[in-house]
């Protein structure tokens, strides 16, 4: 049995998509899904911190990893419950001990880039050279079953289109897989996720990432690499690119960024050391006539 004494989260359920009619270039009229979006709005010890855009599929895990990720909160065991009614658009978390500091900590924000306007609190910046990642490789194989597994799962962007998935592999081993209208959502859910998982029956700090392998259908911006670097996780993989501040801070940290992976594609922009290549799975190499 597992010491941690874990907050208790609700199971709040909402629809994912919802039907529409549209007119297609012909002028037919058809009906067709599109991803939900709704407004959660988060109350720390009855103080609201952030309003959320998100698709709800995970609303309490969200914002789970979202305290977890932005730092405001230290450790899972420092929340005692996760109230979301999707009612009145609120999340209630109630702490232990209180979070008296809470105002001073978020008095900084900056407002990233990308779907869902990611939030960073604090002076997270000034927190990246203190990220110490463990050892860990991955081959290039195993990126390949990845690649194909993503490929392979059933998911509201087939269905609907117009949402971002996360997922958390170990090898090739599909762990969790998440959709969110935007992908600073999808990672904070993972990281919630992780948080209330167990290696060992004495772990305090929920599931280890050394030897997982994160990856997103966007791109891999700051917020991203350190968000994935806060949760242990030293080899990240996006079917899109990086950006310049990304690549920086994916280099001063150690962390393997793999981009534009499809099929059997891709770049490895940072960390090549933790890429084992097995060239010859990749086939004849096309040259110009």
Known sequence: MSSINFPRLTQAQAPLTQEVVVVNEFGDATSISIPAERALTVYVDKRELVTLMTLGAHPELLVLGFLRNQRLIATVQDIESITVD???????????????DLAQRTAKRVVTTGCGQGSVFGDLMDEVDSLVLPPATLMQSQLYGMVNAIRLKESTYKSAGSVHACALFQGENLLTFVEDVGRH????????????QTETPTQSSGMT????????????????????????VPIVVSRSGITQMGHELAQRIGLCTIGRATNKHFFC???QDRLVLQTELAGAKLRPA
């Open 185 to 196: 959502n999808a990672i904070d859910t993972i990281a919630g996720w992780m948080w209330m």
């Open 209 to 232: 990432g050394a030897d997982k392998v994160f990856y997103t259908t966007g791109r891999l911006t700051s917020e991203m690499v350190i968000k994935s670097a806060q949760m242990g």
């Open 86 to 100: 999707w009612d009145v658009g609120a999340a209630a978390v109630k702490t232990r001990a209180g979070s008296d």
């Open 269 to 271: 922009y940072s960390g």
